[in-house]
């Protein structure tokens, strides 16, 4: 008897190893779909009142979005971030191939990047997008999106632009990739 709970006690603490070992699943959603990889928006001239968190914010209001069109599996943006992050001018700049390089790292079929051309903490913000495929480097969508809130702006503050400005811009970019056929 003692010798069947020792090997029971064994085998749930062999399962438990295994299942702490195992590879984490960094995608949120269905495998079946489209993966991409957001990552952090980098701020241009006209930005430079956006603070650290409104970028991580930003990037994580366009993943959220972009899952909740049940047309995507997003890669959780912490690690997007990880990938990225030191060389985050490169993935956003002209060139393809630093979006590439961190898309084949984290093996999703497209990167979203881009910049934030403007951040006016009175209400307006313009955002330019990229939507790189990591098999060929090419751009498959490019906009310019751009949102003047209609409301008064009292604090000029992170929780203000993100509700005022940066949703409806990211519904709308969000609603424009489902729509592509990717």
Do not use: C, W
């Amino acid at each position: 008897m003692k010798n069947l709970v020792a090997v029971a006690i064994l085998g749930v603490a062999l399962t438990g190893v295994a299942f702490a070992q195992a590879p984490s699943k960094k995608v949120v959603g269905n495998n079946d779909r489209t993966r991409v990889a957001v990552v952090e928006f980098t701020p241009g001239p006209k930005a430079s009142g956006m603070s650290a968190e409104a970028k991580r914010q930003l990037q994580a209001s366009i993943a959220f979005r972009l899952m909740k069109t049940n047309q995507f599996d997003i890669y959780d943006v912490r690690h997007t971030r990880e990938a990225s992050q030191a060389d985050l001018e490169a993935v956003n700049g002209a060139s393809t191939a630093a979006a590439v390089r961190v898309g084949k790292q984290l093996q999703v079929r497209y990167v979203l990047t881009g910049t934030v051309d403007e951040y006016n903490t009175q209400g307006s913000a313009t955002l330019k997008t990229r939507l790189v495929e990591v098999a060929t480097g090419k751009v498959k969508y490019a906009d310019e999106l751009s949102h003047q809130s209609t409301k008064e702006m009292r604090t000029g503050g992170d929780v203000e632009m993100k509700t005022n400005v940066l949703l409806p811009i990211t519904l709308k970019l969000a609603d424009t990739l489902a729509a592509e056929e990717l």
